[in-house]
């Protein structure tokens, strides 16, 4: 994953950022990787405890969100 801190993602979009973070654990989790996607977890948990009032605008489905 690149360091998106260097680009200040995570000050700039903070709950996207956490979005990144899931996104990238889950694809962790599923090759077997769970000692790398742990501290994504972790990390993706107290920057949500830190923007309680922030919710996500990028909420991802399987098909899109323009399918009916």
Known sequence: ?????????????P?????ILDETAMALEAMGQQND???LRLQAKTIR???PNQKSITDRTPYGK???
């Open 49 to 51: 405890l830190e923007h």
């Open 66 to 68: 323009f399918c009916d």
């Open 37 to 39: 996607a742990s501290p």
């Open 1 to 13: 994953m690149p360091d998106l801190a260097l680009h200040n993602i995570p000050k700039v979009g």
């Open 15 to 19: 709950i996207s950022y956490v979005d």
